[in-house]
């Protein structure tokens, strides 16, 4: 391969930048020629910013979030309920439920979901953790795992430890995306939306 | 944009990805947690890779392509044939053209194309170091810019240039892409293709 390239650094670039996801050789062939042909200052940013991730982030010592310190802004604040804790499978996740702005609980993060098809299973989870915190002024626990087969596996395996303990334990509601239609709903979606309906 | 995330490092490095061509927040932030996840020899050699890359890479002082010395592979080569240049727009050129295995001559990268719109005149390409060694051994110069309007504009300029110097100014052929089907050609092409016959 690098003999196509009359750089080998540029050959190398290439080959780190097609091992990041969705990216192909003619993309990660594209990306390198626009790093080269870009001021020496922006290649450079991006490289430190590569570098800074892996030495700066961390995960928050309670709920497993990325943070910078030892816990998280978010288990931080004494203005979020420690009532609640919200499970989650990927620190995304929690980004992602946090844009709502509809949420004042904690989170948990459990960093993947149960799967014995890819043999991870409760200890390859962050569930002992989660447990450890029931011991606390929890009240509810939200489980917004992905609406997936290893979601729901992960949130019925959950469930079943944490209700015993007299904890609330409620699932993100499925039914019918918001500005959908209806024809487009797969059946598993619909079926879900109809047993779950609600009284107007 | 940085309080969505709860680390500055993973919001600069979102930020930076975002700076890449066809790369959105949706995939610069995919990218960010992969790197984040990933482990961190993966993370440090792609940011080492993206400083080397701006670090090593110059351009050949004959040619212009891209190298790591003062004159790339290709100048360097003695089996090359120097009585033909190919005249290119880019570095990238290069190797798409190097990897069809078919031409033994030199190159010459321009580093853009002749774009009023765009303001790009005759001075922002490197045109005057074509015409510089047209000097040496040169019997033909084949004009590979894109077919395109910038393309075939630079082509015209060039070959006004070089045609008075006694030297053969040849194109590359424009007609149907192999493969193709003759339904799917637009007008241009076909039209291209059918002044460029050629007898069976």
Chains 1, 2 share one sequence.
Not at 52 to 57: F, I, L, R, T
Not at 62 to 70: D, G, H, K, P
Not at 150 to 163: D, M, N, V, W
Request: aromatic share 4%; charged share 30%.
């Amino acid at each position: 391969m690098a003999r196509k390239y009359s750089s080998e650094a540029l050959a190398i670039l290439v080959d780190e930048l097609s091992r990041l996801p969705n990216i192909g050789r003619v993309t990660a062939q594209r990306l390198a020629f626009h790093i080269l042909k870009g001021p020496a200052e922006r290649a450079f940013s991006l490289s430190d910013a590569i570098r800074a991730v892996k030495e700066k982030v961390r995960y928050c010592d309670v709920c497993w979030n990325i943070t910078e310190s030892e816990t998280c802004e978010i288990c931080h604040d004494a203005r979020r309920k420690p009532e609640t804790i919200c499970v989650v499978e990927e620190p995304r996740d929690v980004i992602t439920l946090e844009s709502t702005g509809e949420y004042r609980g904690l989170y948990h993060v459990l960093h993947g979901a149960l799967s014995p098809l890819d043999n991870i299973t409760p200890d390859d989870i962050r569930a002992r953790e989660l447990m450890q915190r029931m011991g606390e002024s929890v009240e509810e626990v939200i489980i917004a795992t992905n609406p997936n087969i290893e979601g729901e596996a992960t949130a019925l395996y959950l469930s079943r430890l944490i209700k015993p303990l007299g904890v609330r334990v409620t699932r993100l509601a499925r039914g019918l995306p918001m500005g959908g239609d209806l024809e487009y709903a797969d059946e598993v979606t619909l079926a879900r939306a109809l047993e779950g309906r609600t009284e107007l």
